[in-house]
Structure formats: C-alpha cells, structure tokens
C-alpha cells in the first residue's frame, strides 16, 4: 500500500474525537448497537463483536502488514506484520517462549519486584501510582525477561513513546519521527545482538533462546532477530503498563468493588479480565482484505479495502453482552478482545495476565484503601493505547 493511501489507526476521526475522553464506553456501545459499521476516510469502522471476531478469523485476512511496515521500521514485525504460512512457522517457534509453563517461574521475580516498588513509597502515604508502580513493574519485568539491560530502561521507554505515541499531526510527520525512534533502537540492537553472540556463558533468556533456534533448518537471520526484537521492545513495555493504570484507576473510582477484592482474592481473574473488557487498553487494531468477504446481512468488505476494528466497540457491543456498560465480576467466562483474538491474538497475553494478578494482589495487600481523584480530574489517553496519564493516589502510610 503506497504511502498515498495508506493510513494510521491513530490518526483516524472517531479515534482522535474519543483522544481525551475519560469514559468512551458509552460512545463505542452506542456505535455497536446502532451503526455496526461505517466508512470513514476510505477505511471500514468495524464495531460489532461478531463481525469483528469474525473478520479476525477469517483466511483472507491480513493484519498490520497489509499495508506494510509502520511503526518506524520499513521491514515487517515479526509476528505482527507477516501473515500466512511465514506467520504460522514463527508462531510456532515465539509461542513456547512466551507460553504459560515458561511464565509460571517468573511469578516469584514479579511478586518480590513489586514488592520492592511499593515499599519505597508506602511509607509516604502517597505516590503517582502510574510512574512509580506501572511503568516500573512490567517494563523492568519483560527487559529482564527478554535479557535486554535494565540499565538501559529509559532508552528503551524513549523509543516506545516515540513508535507508538509518535509527534505529528500528519501522518507523513508521524511517520517521520517514528522512523527517527526506529533507527536509534535498530543501531542498539545490532551492536548489542553482535555482544549476545560473542558470550560463551549459556543463558536462558529470550535473546539467548533465540540466538540458539532455527527456523527452516537454519540459525534466524540478523534482519529477522532486529524485527522480532524490535516489535518485543514497545509491546512489551507499553501495553501492560497501560492495562495496569486502567485497572487501578477503576478500582480507586469504585471502592465497594475494591474492597471486595480485597476480602476476597479468588475474585481476582475475573475481575481482570472484566475490567480488561470495560477498559479495552487497546482499543483497535487494522486488518486488510485480499478478497470480498460478506459479514451478513448486506455487509461486504471488498477485496483491498482497509478495516479499523474498534476492539474497545465490540467490548462493549449491546448485540452481544447483556448491561455492557456495567461492571459484573460475575458475569462468567466471555469472549472479550481485550488481547485481539483469531491469528493475530497477543503474543504476551499469558504474561500480562500473571504481571496484572501479581500487581492488583500486591497493591491491595500493601494499600488496600488507596484513593484517587475524581473521575473528572484523571487524565486519560485513548490513542494508541487506552492509559491513565497520571495516576496520584493517597492512603494510609505502611
């Protein structure tokens, strides 16, 4: 897709018009129940969660790369990017790494992590929860995870912010300035890969693993290792750190629901993952058509047309849950694309659901009647991904 037609999520109509808003819910289920879809500027406005989940499923689908590389990288991500059988074989192989019997053994590194996060502000009485708690945690987590340096965080943070919440109000200077982001974190990784490879002592982190693996029967090329680690350095930073701000957020404007959580921690999973619905931290995504497909009843997106799939509608969508727009921990096992779902459904989504159990079991451990600002005061941010700007909160000191 050439650069004429091509176009960004984050600089779409209904996304720049919900930018600021503090609780878009209402918005998004109105568009579900009544508009279902809708072109804007070219592009299909998928908002239903059917039609969504089917879209996401279907074979003629192609995800991020349909138009080809973003994010300031001209080459595809891996996995994000590529689609077919290339897609298949390096889930195959990224899958297991990121599996849940590889994340279990971590649970002990993030509890104590966390732990150490809030003991340096318990004693306060008050801490902006956002810095000094969601960013910290999962991002420190997955560096140490993937065997990236620790000390090298706010490098890693700089590039993030500058691929997914890029300056620009064009998407030409997006684009650019993404690109500036992108060549920094290449540079490093070539350097820093050609340092992994000259050690001898064996190590069991995610670049050591891969360094070790084969695909096709050979070792995996340089330019593969900087697009599979290029994508691991912002979605592993960003999007739980996100989740995190908004689950916390939440919790702090409903303290009956907290407190239940705090008599009772079984309810924890499914308060996540029902909160993860409310708030959908990602609220989109983009797929492209290779050829028509009818989603029903008059439907039909041709072949080579663009789609923005609003997940943070098809959350909500009245045609599918029952009260969307109410909170329910109760409400049982459902379908929720707070990760995404069919071929391109988040890689890491065993690992932020462990590091958003730990955190929310820690916090209500340590500050169990944290408060925060009134709903009007909180700054949120829906572009990119769904987050709680600035997150002060208060409580009893500890």
Not at 147 to 176: N, Y
Request: aromatic share 8%; charged share 25%.
């Amino acid at each position: 897709m050439d650069q004429a037609t091509k176009f960004d999520p984050r600089r779409a109509p209904l996304t720049l018009h919900v930018k600021s808003m503090v609780s878009p819910q209402a918005l998004f289920s109105e568009k579900a129940g009544t508009v279902r879809a809708e072109k804007s500027n070219g592009v299909w406005n998928l908002y239903r969660h059917d039609d969504i989940i089917k879209i996401n499923r279907h074979p003629a689908i192609l995800g991020n790369g349909g138009q080809g590389g973003s994010f300031g990288n001209d080459n595809p991500l891996i996995p994000l990017e590529i689609d077919g059988e290339d897609h298949k074989k390096w889930r195959k192989l990224l899958d297991p790494i990121f599996g849940p019997k590889q994340m279990f053994p971590l649970e002990a590194q993030i509890r104590q992590l966390a732990g150490e996060l809030i003991d340096k502000f318990a004693p306060r009485g008050e801490a902006e929860l956002s810095e000094d708690f969601c960013v910290p945690l999962p991002s420190l987590t997955f560096l140490r995870l993937v065997g990236a340096p620790v000390a090298d965080l706010d490098f890693f943070l700089d590039f993030k912010q500058g691929v997914i919440h890029p300056e620009g109000d064009t998407v030409e200077e997006m684009d650019a300035n993404m690109a500036v982001a992108g060549a920094k974190l290449l540079e490093y990784f070539v350097k820093f890969l050609a340092e992994r490879r000259a050690e001898t002592e064996q190590k069991d982190d995610v670049i050591a693993v891969l360094l070790r693996s084969e695909v096709d029967g050979e070792p995996i090329a340089e330019l593969d290792l900087l697009n599979i680690m290029f994508l691991l350095m912002f979605a592993g930073l960003d999007t739980v750190t996100s989740s995190l701000s908004c689950l916390f957020a939440w919790l702090g404007q409903h303290p009956d629901e907290r407190d239940r959580l705090v008599a009772d921690r079984s309810l924890l999973p499914a308060a996540i993952e029902e909160i993860l619905r409310y708030e959908s931290p990602v609220p989109s995504g983009q797929r492209h058509a290779t050829e028509d497909i009818d989603l029903g009843d008059g439907l039909v997106i041709k072949a080579g047309e663009a789609i923005h799939a609003f997940w943070a509608a098809a959350n909500v969508d009245p045609t599918h849950y029952d009260d969307p727009l109410t909170v329910d921990f109760g409400r049982g096992r459902q379908s929720h694309i707070a990760f995404a779902s069919g071929t391109h459904r988040c890689l890491g989504s065993h690992l932020a659901r462990m590091e958003l159990r730990i955190a929310l079991d820690e916090i209500l451990t340590r500050i169990p009647d944290y408060t925060v600002p009134a709903v009007e005061d909180l700054v949120y941010d829906n572009v990119s991904v769904r987050a709680v700007t600035r997150l002060p909160i208060t409580f009893t000191p500890s």
